[in-house]
């Protein structure tokens, strides 16, 4: 019998489920969706999304639904091949992830559907581009009803670039507080009072949130909870708009997010190779890991610390054509990564990870969104000039460095930087020197009990060491 299992993320959608058969991904579309799903592909919707890289494409086949009683069809979408989260995206990415989803909802206008999700979750990076992967978002518009998803787009897109863009980019953060996105009343009590001179931030976050509160003041819901802004939500949207002015809406969205943005200026990594490195350190660096990972097989990379992804590009270029996951903690670093590769690499996508804090598991049962650790393992690991930010600026021992990386990667590129190395000076600096054991043997020691060291080479111009290592079957 076939190993079938629902995806944890998928059980709150009436219309269908994913689900997964012998490691495939399918999708079941229940009778409930089955009038929509018709729509979608005869009015051409489908084929226009899909030719523009908006939707994921998918495949009918001919596969036992997970809920036969309940199923009209099942497809089998496009895989992507590393799922990732709001909570770990870059300014710019968040903001043409909201952008696409306008974008969408514009065409799906002209061939009367209408998205009645606008999760920032149904948006996944495909070739470093935004794209749809939720097949069952759209239903036939009515003639005269509001966009249902308003308040979800305002909550997931539209209130974090707001407060990442007035206050603070670090608080996207909230996302991994609030799963279904940010409340439109705690971003308003968060903006600063200058963000009501903005005509949209004024009307789509600040007067929605007071309309939200005065519609749930009600005798049954006087907590303002959750399920009563979903009563109010429901109140306001039965009131009538028209075509025209839904597409106003649309637009007004459209510019408000546009006009919202985030200067990543510099930081103390944003131009770390420009001012810590020198030029014959860099070159035999980039020789040396360009000819390691053509020794690794094809697949996926983590570029763990990547900064702004000078190596993460040699990676996507290299012999073997991986994709890299390019992950790094400084939102100016993953900023400028996505900006500088968008529009010319396909196979990056730089993330926010910060690894002595990593994206845990959260939302029902902490099982509808993935640690980063259930996302893995990566074919290959890069860390490089690392693991003395781990082993003395956060005070990790070898030997949990090293099951730490035998978790993550099936090969490891990585860095050793000596002691007497200008970095982990600057590090010693401001604290006592209790590190006796941050040395090569001892780094050796540790990390041979989980890898089996392949190579190793010393940079020029500096002490460090670079080593190629095969995790061991533990």
Request: proline share 5%.
């Amino acid at each position: 019998m076939s190993n079938s299992d629902q995806l944890p993320s998928s059980f709150r959608d009436p219309s269908g489920q994913l689900f997964t058969r012998d490691k495939v991904l399918y999708r079941q579309i229940n009778n409930t969706y089955k009038e929509h799903y018709e729509k979608l592909i005869n009015s051409g919707l489908y084929d226009e999304l899909v030719s523009k890289n908006l939707l994921i494409p998918h495949k009918e086949v001919d596969v036992e639904p997970f809920v036969p009683e309940k199923a009209y069809k099942t497809i089998k979408p496009k895989p992507i091949s590393f799922i990732s989260y709001p909570y770990e995206w870059s300014f710019s990415q968040l903001k043409d992830a909201a952008l696409t989803t306008l974008k969408i909802q514009k065409i799906a206008l002209e061939h009367d559907m209408i998205l009645k999700d606008a999760s920032a979750y149904n948006i996944q990076f495909y070739k470093n581009k935004p794209v749809l992967i939720d097949t069952l978002s759209f239903e036939t518009y009515k003639e005269g009803t509001p966009w249902v998803s308003y308040r979800q787009f305002c909550q997931h897109f539209l209130s974090p670039l707001a407060l990442m863009h007035y206050c603070d980019i670090r608080l996207v953060d909230l996302f991994k507080v609030h799963i279904d996105g940010i409340p439109l009343d705690l971003a308003s009590k968060l903006l600063p009072s200058s963000s009501k001179l903005r005509f949209s931030i004024l009307s789509h976050i600040h007067l929605h949130a007071k309309s939200q509160k005065y519609y749930s003041k009600t005798k049954k819901d006087p907590d303002n909870s959750e399920e009563s802004s979903n009563k109010s939500e429901n109140k306001v949207s039965k009131k009538n708009m028209s075509r025209f002015s839904l597409k106003g809406l649309i637009d007004s969205l459209e510019s408000a997010v546009k006009k919202l943005g985030w200067d990543p200026g510099k930081t103390a990594w944003s131009n770390y190779y420009e001012k810590e490195t020198g030029e014959e350190y860099i070159e035999d660096k980039k020789a040396q890991v360009e000819k390691m990972l053509n020794s690794t097989p094809t697949g996926t990379i983590w570029d763990i610390g990547a900064n702004t992804g000078l190596f993460s590009e040699i990676a996507s270029k290299n012999d073997n054509n991986n994709e890299v996951i390019s992950m790094d903690l400084d939102p100016a670093c993953v900023e400028i990564n996505y900006l500088e590769t968008k529009d010319k690499i396909d196979n990056i996508l730089p993330l926010i990870v910060d690894f002595t804090n990593p994206s845990p598991a959260i939302g029902w049962d902490n099982k509808e969104r993935m640690s980063i650790f259930e996302r893995g393992p990566a074919d290959t690991a890069l860390a490089l000039a690392l693991i003395h930010h781990l082993a003395i600026g956060n005070n990790v021992p070898f030997h949990r460095l090293a099951e730490f990386f035998h978790r993550i990667g099936k090969h490891l590129i990585i860095e050793f930087v000596p002691k007497d190395d200008v970095q982990v000076k600057r590090l010693l600096k401001s604290r006592e020197d209790i590190f006796e054991e941050y040395t090569k043997e001892e780094f050796e020691k540790h990390f041979n009990n989980y890898f089996e060291i392949k190579e190793m080479v010393n940079i020029s111009n500096s002490k460090r060491i670079l080593y190629l290592m095969e995790a061991k079957p533990i």
